[in-house]
């Protein structure tokens, strides 16, 4: 599991109930690898009070039961009986291979109906609103999380040309398919939500079904591209969705 061109984990404890391993805040491919590697290690280690695991872009919340884990291990703090096993695991070698998988094509309707920031965001960029969408539809983007809401994929990274905050004032309501910029992520809601993001454009693509035998279309390690397309476009393929 050792990787000596990444920092070592922090170990810290969340709340009561949780523990954290965090290597650092900061986006960066090779270290949200080793954080998929180690969430799937701990899926596959089913550790006792172990509740649910959340993967992030350098770390890894865990929620355990700590009620438990005391009855089992009297004596010893829930959190440092946790810690101990994944230390272990964070020892143990281990050879999980790349996932690999296709470029996913999303395709994205940047029309101005789709895309109420793509000309401020042009203007403070010193763009045209075509430079944007060439720039924000000319990469590979990995996938380097799922949260915020069932299926928002957070996507890394955008070029530094058109990486911008959050809006100060977010939407009270954002349309599930938008495609949005903050910071250096880009995403897209997967269902009607209040939203910060700077909002550039709109899939019709469904990326959370609860009918779905598999509800969230994309995963952590997917890789995906976004593909231009006309508003008839977009309202041909919504109409199958």
């Known amino acids: 599991m050792e990787n000596t061109s990444l920092p070592a984990p922090r170990i810290f404890p969340l709340a009561d109930q949780g523990l954290c391993i965090d290597w650092g805040n900061r986006i960066d491919p090779a270290l949200n690898a080793q954080v998929q590697a180690l969430f799937v290690r701990l899926q596959q280690a089913r550790l006792p009070g172990v509740l649910n695991l959340a993967p992030a872009y350098s770390s890894i919340g865990i929620l355990f039961d700590a009620a438990r884990l005391l009855r089992e291990r009297p004596g010893e703090s829930p959190f440092e009986t946790v810690k101990k096993q994944v230390e272990e695991l964070l020892q143990a070698p281990v050879d999980l291979p790349a996932r690999e998988s296709e470029i996913l094509e999303i ?3 940047y029309a101005p109906g789709f895309a109420p920031d793509l000309h401020a965001l042009a203007l ?3 763009l ?4 944007v969408v060439q720039l924000h539809s000319g990469r590979e983007y990995r996938v380097y999380l799922i949260g915020f809401l069932p299926g928002f994929p957070y996507l890394g990274s955008v070029d530094a040309r058109i990486a911008t905050p959050r809006r100060e004032q977010p939407r009270p309501r954002v349309a599930a398919g938008s495609v949005g910029i903050a910071g250096e992520q880009t995403g897209i809601y997967p ?3 209040p939203g910060g993001w700077n909002l550039i454009g709109r899939t ?3 990326l959370f079904d609860p009918t779905r035998p598999d509800p969230v279309l994309l995963r952590p390690g997917d890789r995906v591209r ?3 397309i006309s508003t008839r476009a977009f309202h041909k393929l919504y109409s199958r969705s």
């Open 204 to 206: 019709p693509l469904q």
């Open 191 to 193: 269902l009607d939500s």
């Open 107 to 109: 395709p994205v309707c």
């Open 124 to 126: 403070q960029k010193g």
């Open 128 to 131: 045209s609103p075509q430079e």
């Open 226 to 228: 976004f593909l231009p």
